[in-house]
């Protein structure tokens, strides 16, 4: 009589161990090198960014430095493949003084410019940047009541032209500053919701300039976005209209 050998079915717990292996590897890839995502936990880059944002930060954009990497493990000395960023783009970065800490703020001043807040209008290399008052943007303050607040375009060097808020018109907290010259190989960084957020001005400084090495990627392209103060099975609060949006 023929003797029957069974054959061993594919797949079992190994086969699928070494998927989610492999599922973990591609991931960790492409967060490293290609796209990272990142949410907005707060109101300092209203209107271009709301609370309840989810966005795709590319790494490749400035290069890649150890802050590229996971934990940010000292692998890359520096910064290698590095393209600098323009005036104008919404970066995350690193914070100084905390690298466990990410943040997100528009480039305002590059290498050897010198920025500076007067009166509640924005200075660079001692030329005013031009704004445009448009219709006012409504916000909803901490008590749910809605306010109107004075929105305007601006017009950085270079034409990069966005839209920001001025809560309290030109005398905020940081509407009056010193010049401050940014060093090479450093950005100055702003919040396009003037009157709050913490960025390079005069606010209880936890940093004043970002070293290039602390950029970890340049804003793309929003992939959800829903109102975080109504309850996760709310779809009604998914704001179908910012889904797939460009940032820069």
């Not at 609370?51 to 790494?59: P, Q």
């Amino acid at each position: 009589m023929e003797k029957l050998v069974q054959k061993k079915k594919p797949g079992g717990l190994f086969d699928t161990l070494k998927t989610v292996f492999w599922a973990i590897v591609i991931a960790l890839l492409v967060r490293t090198f290609a796209y990272e995502p990142f949410n907005i936990p707060s109101g300092s880059m209203i209107p271009t960014l709301l609370v309840g944002d989810y966005l795709f930060v590319s790494k490749y954009s400035y290069g890649y430095s150890k802050h590229s990497l996971p934990f940010s493990l000292p692998l890359i000395p520096g910064r290698i493949f590095a393209t600098q960023p323009k005036r104008g783009d919404v970066i995350v970065f690193k914070l100084p003084a905390d690298p466990s800490q990410d943040y997100i703020k528009r480039v305002i001043g590059l290498p050897g410019d010198t920025v500076q807040v007067k009166q509640g209008r924005l200075y660079i290399n001692n030329k005013i940047v031009e704004r445009e008052r448009i219709e006012d943007y409504i916000l909803t303050d901490g008590n749910g009541q809605a306010i109107a607040v004075p929105q305007y375009l601006e017009t950085l060097p270079g034409g990069k032209v966005h839209r920001i808020l001025e809560i309290f018109g030109d005398k905020g907290p940081a509407d009056n500053t010193e010049p401050y010259t940014v060093p090479d190989g450093h950005y100055f960084m702003m919040g396009d919701n003037r009157d709050n957020s913490a960025d390079s001005r005069a606010f209880p400084a936890r940093y004043r300039f970002v070293p290039f090495e602390n950029l970890v990627g340049r804003a793309e392209f929003l992939f959800y976005s829903k109102d975080s103060s109504q309850p996760i099975y709310d779809l009604g609060s998914i704001r179908f209209d910012r889904l797939f949006k460009g940032v820069n």
